[in-house]
């Protein structure tokens, strides 16, 4: 029997299902990113690093929210902070008492001066790139192949294969001029990125970028390469912005703090809140104070609500710590290190790349150094790879883009299981 048809037996519900939410919701989900063929599993719910299927499945589970979940599923106490919340209101309108304690507590673990609140990493990617356009009064942003900034239209270019080589956008209904200010450039190639800052550079409001590339499985910057990045910044006036919805949570202090650079505006968002949605524009008081009534407009309805506050001062501070951290690294090294002595062992072409409570396979001799490297990858063998994971209760991530999170939830035996799990499936594709 194929695996489709051992994945269809276990999942039959979730395929009712599928059928039933086609009529009512393209593809039958919310997000794009949530479907697969032949179909995609119905999740009911979550506990520490276990999630339930609508057929009953337990799955040790990996993606974790898309790299939200770094405190694990339904923490204990991020459910008694958020039930005491709702007592209180859900949204009071006005600006919450709280919010000025978490700003401070992000200020001083991500070293920003100010912060702005939103709920989602699209709504403040876009509100970073306004902000950038608005101080330099210059209108063109530099980004990189292959990096994600969420679903908003001006960056939405260059993170789809199929469009690759065509500069057009990732997605019909988004107007070509829309992305006439949108340079792209290949990521970790600095005299690539100097060829076009030297045509483009006064022109130049910001360069954004993931500083650990983790829409394409996961690809660290070059430190050299950010430095000169910086460097070139300084020199033509433009902003350096840190996409640190992804990086924010996984590493105690970011990838800016992992790499000792201050830019000049990070993006936070997934983990920071503990699995409730809140998202932040923070970054130097000068960039930030264009912000205000009648200057730089910046809104939300949802912004700082009582229910996200509370749970991020929590989980930044009780949750997320040093050590809790440490603990999710050394579990991540042990997946990593396992997945190299597979690929050792069974001698296949399989290679890893691992960044702080992350990692990601390869089914390449080497980790791709940029875009062009990973398109190139032929990913039939991650699809046959995923289903048999999940038909073993691992999640292993999302996609062959993404990646698996490691949370402060997570167990030696979850790392032994998925090992052993993966083992056997790498070995079954081998043959
Ligand atoms: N930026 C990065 C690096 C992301 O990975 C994502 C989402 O995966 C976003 C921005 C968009 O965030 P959201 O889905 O919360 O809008």
Redesign the pocket.
Known sequence: ISINDIYERKTRLSYYLYREARSVMPYGVSSNYRYWEPYPIYLVKGKGSRVWDVDGNEYIDFNMG??VLEVGHSHPRIVEEVRRAVEDSTILGFEYEKSVELAKIICNRYNVDMVRFSS????A?MHAIRIARAYTKRKKIIKFEG?????HDQLLINVNPMRLESRVPTSPGIPEETLSNTLVADWNDYEGFERLVRVHGNDVAAVIM?PVA??MGLIPADLDFLKGVFDLARDYGFLVIF?E??TGGKFYSGASGYYGLKPDLI?L??AIAGGL?L?VVAGRRKVMSVIGPEKVAHGGTFNANPLSVKASIFTLTELLTQNNMYYAYRLNSLLSKGYEDIADDLDIDLSVSMWGTSGTIYFAEKVPKNYKEFVRIDQKPWYVYFLNMLAHGIIPMADYDEQWTISIQHTEEDITRHLEVAQMVLKKLKE
């Open positions: 898309f790299g989602t990493g699209t709504e990617t990096h994600y900034h969420g679903s993931e983790m829409n996409d919805v992804k993006i968002a997934k949605p998202s």
